[in-house]
């Protein structure tokens, strides 16, 4: 009788469970890694992908190059509908890791290329996206001196970045900040170079639209502390003196430990903003070949050169942003949030570039390497 009422149960418990009946079988399609959208001089759109060719081997299926396919629409959708016709097994981009824009399109509406992939219940929401110094096809095509797929060098690429504080990780859904009138995006800037791709700084946005200015590399760096997205190493170059010789002398490297900001919005009156933004940093020492740490009298004025030349950097980040009409530190945010009947009075494009920015870096030695 006990056995009946186990054999029972078991029973029911089977008839519950559901079968693969969504699976999607490899063999029957074509996984998309990377992806890249370019502007034609006739206005169309050519959508560039890679498909991974895998190989089994000792240590398992490994991806081993990239097979390249392009097409050319009026949308997106339509593209996607030429490359299927093109290739052996359906289009799949589910495991996409890498979406890429040239930049001629990415100044008309970026959003455009990546609705695709976001209206698709199976599509990837966290890829990494980046803007094509010129075409993304190019890029796409190269031969790597490397010895590994297109999606794997790529991911390589950002992840290096990442960890660098040179781009921000991404986390979420990017079409997200698209309808957020308080902020503005940033995406690494992606360069193709004879065998090889490198970032080369952060392309700034207006809302969906690529403003065709960016940060540079060192920029980059210091705007990502200021928006409080420090990530594992933060090396910044700093220039100390002016007339050394040899030339770097002029330089020393240092390494960000730790940084905290602080940001404070004023907008009690819809004819005056002002922005307050304080960033302290404790930073090591990676390279001085002037040696300025032999006394505690030299390296509190080093401290005061390095905090200086960060705050003049910090200050110019924010005119380049300020002329680009791009919101990239969401003080726009802040005012939805802290200073509502303000924002319901304004246009905050019209706005944001009188805003008034007072910017101070402090930084502080805490560590000299293995020299004391």
């Not at 996409?96 to 001629?104: A, D, F, K, Q």
């Not at 705007?223 to 990530?231: E, F, I, P, T, V």
């Not at 003080?331 to 805003?355: L, M, S």
Request: hydrophobic share 40%.
């Amino acid at each position: 009788m006990k056995m009946s009422k186990v054999l029972l149960l078991a029973g029911l418990c089977v008839s519950l469970l559901t079968g693969c009946w969504d699976q999607n079988i490899l063999k029957d399609v074509k996984l998309v890694m990377t992806t890249g959208f370019d502007l034609t001089s006739d206005g169309k759109v050519m959508n560039t992908i890679t498909i991974p060719t895998f190989k089994g081997g000792g240590e398992g299926t490994k991806e081993t190059v990239s097979h390249v396919v392009s097409g050319k629409g009026d949308t997106s959708r339509d593209i996607r509908r030429e490359i299927n016709l093109k290739i052996s097994g359906e289009f799949d981009a589910s495991k996409l890791i890498v979406l890429l824009v040239g930049e001629e399109f990415a100044k008309q509406d970026i959003y455009s290329g990546l609705d695709v992939f976001y209206r698709d219940p199976r599509g990837s929401l966290v890829a990494n996206v980046a803007v094509v110094k010129g075409q993304a096809a190019d890029l796409l095509n190269l031969h790597l001196k490397e010895k590994s797929s297109m999606s794997e060098y790529l991911n390589g690429v950002f992840e290096s970045a990442q960890v660098n504080t040179v781009i921000p990780r991404q986390t979420r859904p990017m079409f997200s900040d698209f309808f957020d009138p308080g902020t503005d995006i940033v995406l690494p800037l992606i360069e193709a170079q004879e065998k090889e791709a490198q970032i080369i700084g952060l392309a700034m946005f207006n809302g969906r639209h690529y403003t065709g200015h960016y940060l540079t590399l060192q920029e980059s760096i210091l705007y990502m502390l200021m928006a409080n997205h420090k990530s594992k190493k933060a090396w910044i170059k700093v220039k100390v003196d002016e007339n050394q010789v040899p030339q770097r002398k002029n330089f020393i490297y240092i390494n960000v430990l730790k940084s905290k900001r602080e940001l404070k919005v004023t907008a009690q009156n819809p004819d005056h903003f002002s922005v307050n933004l304080r960033l302290d940093i404790k930073v090591e020492i990676l390279e001085d070949s002037e040696d300025h740490l032999e006394s505690e009298e030299k390296i509190n004025d080093l401290n005061n050169k390095i905090s200086q030349e960060m705050t003049k950097n910090a200050n110019q980040i924010i005119k380049k942003m300020q002329k680009a009409n791009s919101d990239s530190l969401s003080i726009g945010r802040q005012i939805i949030a802290f200073h509502h009947d303000t924002w319901e009075k304004i246009n905050w494009k019209e706005e944001y570039q009188n805003v008034n920015f007072e910017v101070k870096v402090d930084a502080k030695i805490t560590k000299h390497g293995i020299f004391n």
